[in-house]
């Protein structure tokens, strides 16, 4: 075990994956400089660890600012023997892409009867929450959720963005990876050696009895921060399920939590309509009705667009204290006065 | 221009025939209702098509686009699975998930035809790319229309590649026509110039009727990317005899009669029949080799007959490798 950041983990994973096999190449803007600070392993940008050193121009090469040809190049690269990573650094840029996401690079193996296949990893950074304003601080994993063939990941610790990143690089399918800057900077122990979480398969952040909180991405730390607090003043037991995959999401594990509290809120940074937290509000209600103690309660960002001060944008996205809230209400507790107060303050 | 043997000639002279003979019967069958939905045929265009597939070997990629029949074909794929993958039988090529507009046969290069026009280009680059990256001496060849042409997604794959210096060559079908629309109203410039903003060939083959002028065309673009050199744009132009799509009546007569009439002259199969006529070739053989292709094509239509329909639950296959599809 060592500590990792979780953007030093990202760049583990990376570097193990280049180092097992010679078929992973990265491309990108910027993936020469280590701009983004994945690509390289050590802790400053000039460091001569950069992948550019270990590797070569060969298998590690910097773009131009075409996302769309990039993309459709490693659609075409993957379905001819190479498993390419393509950094595209913000998923706001994932947009300029849609028709090589959508039309190429999910549907080529089902169009051709499986005559494909598509091992290939789009990595890019939600810069939510920093100021950057409705451009660059998009949350956009649930728009590709709603495009059958891509596999999504959003890990929420940096043992997760290892482990999961290098199960997407090893897939034989295409699998976009959304990682919340948000995280970046979180550290824990992390195994050093190589290890790989399954793709598919939620990981239970917090176990308890009361009540379920379905928590994506940053979300995550805060759901566990809620549920620490209303155990301290309430007694009360919190279930946080972090789903890690989105696609294929893991139903089961979330069906079998909420079977044990018969309680339900889910919490994520994308847009309400159509979000994740719809799909699973859905399937709980359509699979676990007779279950549930109390109406399932979403907290979500508004179907709002993302100002830049930060008087407006803190507000936008689930707080611990605006997840504290929707437990309360499914647990049919008074709203704390401290919560309420902060639920409104993280709102001025 | 390099000299072919009499067996290559030959060769091109078949596969033209095999995709004038597969595209006409399946124009018969959309009419009839034996294909759903439509196709776009490549009649007319059989030269362009065969003198660009021909200049490539084994191992090589191709992606192509809507009018899409021709491009495997051209690469050497058996008739049966294509014809059957027109009609949704389980033995399409595609087991009846792609259809006409999405033919694919990996067993020959040919990476796949796509409906979106412009979108396949970028995925014939990756393919270079990644002959690039394994050293190896593939080329990677994209099929698109002058309509394409238009499309930003070349320009950024024409840049790139050219960054890259990868085996791939951009090859425009300009039969110019887009749908309804003459393509010299929406296109500024010459499409072949195009190439010399990004420090590549960019070569016009005007005579697009003439299987010769195409391969060698193709030929030298193909060497230079085999050897290192980079990538190349042709602009051939042509002409479709047929309508943009089978059973499509367009209510204005956007193409002038006597336009039609001169191309129908230099139809690149009679063409190339009397050039190989005056190579020695006998009317015989000729004749003979036309009654095996259209023997070919009822083969192909016999075997599409005997094949069944694909079981319903096969719609739910083939979209990830591992994961089934849960509802
Ligand atoms: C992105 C996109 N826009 C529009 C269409 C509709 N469409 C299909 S074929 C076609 C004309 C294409 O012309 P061209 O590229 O010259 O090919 P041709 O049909 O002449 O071979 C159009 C407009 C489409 N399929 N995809
Ligand atoms: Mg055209």
Redesign the pocket.
């Known amino acids: 075990m060592t500590v990792m950041s979780f953007l030093g983990a990202i760049g583990a994973a990376q570097r193990e994956a280049m180092d097992a096999d010679e078929r992973v190449i990265i491309f990108g803007e910027d993936v020469e400089a280590n701009v983004y600070g994945t690509t390289g392993a050590g802790k400053t940008r000039s460091d001569k660890g950069d992948f550019l050193q270990m590797y070569g121009r060969n298998r590690i090469r910097n773009t131009p600012i075409s996302e769309e040809s990039m993309v459709g190049a490693a659609a075409g690269a993957a379905m001819t023997g190479l498993r390419p990573i393509v950094d595209l650094s913000y998923s706001s840029f994932l947009y300029m892409a849609m028709d090589q996401f959508v039309n190429q690079v999910a549907k080529n193996r089902y169009m051709f009867g499986g005559q494909a296949s598509m091992p290939v990893v789009f990595r890019s950074a939600m810069f939510y929450g920093l100021n950057t304003g409705a451009h660059h601080s998009d949350r956009p994993y649930p728009m590709f959720m709603n495009v059958p063939g891509l596999k999504i990941i959003a890990p929420a610790t940096p043992t997760d963005a290892k482990g999961l990143l290098r199960s997407a690089i090893d897939s034989d399918d295409p699998v976009l990876t959304f990682e919340a800057c948000l995280l970046w900077g979180s550290k824990e122990d992390v195994p050093e050696e190589e290890f790989w979480i399954p793709l598919g398969e939620a990981r239970t952040a917090r176990e308890g009895t009361d009540v379920t909180v379905v928590a994506i991405s940053s979300s995550v730390p805060e759901a566990v921060a809620a549920a620490e607090a209303l155990a301290a003043s309430e007694g009360v037991s919190v279930e946080v399920i972090d789903p890690r995959t989105l696609v294929p999401l893991d139903r089961d594990a979330i069906l079998r939590s909420v079977h044990k509290t018969g309680r339900l809120v889910v919490a994520e940074p994308a847009h309400r309509t159509c979000g994740a937290a719809a799909e699973i509000s859905a399937h709980v209600v359509e699979e676990a009705f007779g279950v549930l103690k109390a109406p399932i309660v979403r907290v979500t960002a508004p179907d709002m667009q993302i100002p830049f001060s930060t008087a407006l944008e803190k507000q936008m996205y689930p707080t611990r204290h605006t997840i504290e809230a929707a437990i309360r209400r499914v647990l049919d507790l008074p709203a704390s006065a401290e919560a309420t107060e902060l639920a409104s303050a993280s709102a001025q | 221009m390099e000299t072919l043997s009499i067996d290559t000639l030959l060769e091109m002279q078949r596969r033209m025939l095999r995709i004038r003979a597969f595209d006409e019967r399946a124009s018969k069958m959309v009419k009839r209702g034996h294909i759903p939905g439509t196709v776009?045929t490549s009649i007319g265009q059989e030269a362009q098509v065969v003198g660009a597939t021909m200049a490539l070997s084994p191992g090589d990629y191709t992606t192509g686009?809507?009018?899409s029949h021709g491009h495997p074909i051209g690469m050497g794929s058996p008739l049966g699975p294509l014809m059957a993958e027109l009609v949704g039988k389980a033995t399409g090529v595609c087991k009846g998930k792609g259809g006409s507009l999405h033919l694919a046969d990996f067993a020959v290069g040919s990476l796949g035809e796509s409906?979106?026009?412009?979108?396949s280009i970028p995925i014939a680059m990756g393919a270079a790319l990644s002959a690039s990256v394994r050293g190896t001496e593939q080329v990677a060849l994209a099929f698109?229309?002058?309509?394409?042409a238009n499309q930003g997604v070349l320009y950024e794959s024409m840049n790139l590649s050219g960054v890259w210096n990868l085996p791939v060559i951009f090859l425009c079908?300009n039969?110019q026509?887009?749908?309804s629309t003459p393509a010299h109203t929406v296109t500024s410039g010459v499409i072949a110039d195009r190439a010399a903003g990004f420090g590549m060939p960019g070569i016009r083959v005007e005579d697009g009727q003439d299987v010769l002028a195409v391969h060698d065309a193709v030929s030298t673009a193909v060497a230079r990317a085999r050897a290192g050199e980079g990538p190349s744009l042709i602009e051939v132009v042509t002409y479709?005899y047929n309508e943009?799509s089978e059973g499509l009546r367009l209510g204005t007569d956007y193409r002038p009669a006597d336009e039609r009439e001169a191309w129908l002259k230099k139809d690149p199969i009679q063409l190339f029949r009397e050039h190989l006529r005056s190579q020695g070739v006998s009317a015989d053989e000729l004749d003979a080799m036309e009654a095996e292709v259209l023997a070919e094509v009822d083969e192909a239509v016999a075997f599409t007959d005997a094949s069944p329909y694909p079981d319903p639950s096969v719609a739910f296959d083939d979209l990830y490798t591992d994961t089934e599809y849960a509802a």
């Open positions: 776009h686009n809507h009018r409906g979106i026009v412009g979108s698109f229309g002058d309509g394409a079908e039969n026509y887009a749908l479709r943009h």
